[in-house]
């Protein structure tokens, strides 16, 4: 059945239809950008750690623990003191690692090196790693950012 009047050509149809995929298409691509731009990450303030998954940590020794969704590195120092850091690398955000026998952090994205510390020594990394604040409450070890109560 034939219509006498219709709303639109054939034309205009298929130019709608091509407008719209190229429309899809430019979104499929922005939206990794704008997300790369403006992430939706959000720090936690503070990590509570049961105290009984650290306490058997040799000194100069590591262990991983979630923050938010980065990890985290809990290293106990010779004296038995605990220090924790962000284990994301400050030149581009990859995750680092601790070589035990070197008593230094590596990032092999972009060979970045930090010390025991934390201080960058080698490679890109333009800051020191960050360090969060830890303390022991009880049972649980308390793992915060700077400025947190």
Not at 22 to 30: K, T
Not at 89 to 110: G, I, S
Not at 116 to 133: A, V
Request: charged fraction near 25%; charge should be neutral.
């Amino acid at each position: 059945m034939k219509l006498k009047h219709s709303l639109f050509s054939r034309r205009q149809f298929l130019n709608g239809l091509l407008g719209g995929w190229l429309g899809a298409l430019a979104a499929s691509f922005l939206y990794p950008v704008v997300k790369f731009i403006f992430p939706p990450y959000r720090e936690p303030d503070k990590v509570i750690l049961p105290f009984s998954d650290y306490e058997d940590m040799g000194p100069n020794s590591v262990r991983n623990f979630p923050w938010g969704s980065k990890p985290g590195l809990i290293k106990k120092e010779d004296d038995g003191a605990y220090l924790a850091f962000v284990a994301v690398c400050t030149h581009l955000d990859c995750n680092v690692v601790y070589l035990a026998e070197q008593k230094k952090f590596f990032c092999a994205c972009h060979e970045g090196w930090y010390d025991e510390n934390g201080l960058n020594i080698g490679g890109p990394p333009p800051r020191p790693l960050r360090q969060l604040i830890i303390e022991r409450e009880g049972e649980n070890i308390i793992v915060k950012r700077e400025g947190v109560e």
